[in-house]
Nanobody, 121 residues
């Protein structure tokens, strides 16, 4: 059993900052790639940022220079630091991870339940 739980979402003014967390728990042997996605009503799901087990990162063009993805392998947690937030960043943010469970012995992909980020004056 593996679960991903996001936290840290909320309401923030334009130009403000938020830090999202996603903690994985359960029968975890190892975690490979981790990522953050977002989706706003009427829009396609967007890949925001990814990070490999070695710490290599990639970002969507829309968030480059403003968002930073990081991970703490000891805590099985991935973070998304969001600075200079804009109204167009408003969306439900979900984390995603490839996790090897010691129960199954193989890698599977998991999703968190999502956390709402609202940027508004």
């Amino acid at each position: 059993q593996v679960r991903l739980v996001e936290s840290g979402g909320g309401l923030v003014q334009p130009g403000g900052s938020l830090r999202l967390s996603c903690a994985a728990s359960g029968s975890i042997l190892s975690i490979n790639s981790m990522a953050w996605y977002r989706q706003a009503p009427g829009k396609q799901r967007e890949l925001v940022a990814t990070i490999t087990v070695g710490g290599r990162t990639n970002y969507a063009d829309s968030v480059k220079g403003r968002f930073t993805i990081s991970r703490d392998n000891a805590k099985n947690t991935v973070y998304l630091q969001m600075n200079s937030l804009r109204p167009e960043d408003t969306a439900i943010y979900r984390c995603n991870a490839d996790v090897v469970s010691y129960v199954t012995g193989y890698s599977s992909n998991y999703w968190g339940q999502g956390t709402q980020v609202t940027v508004s004056s």
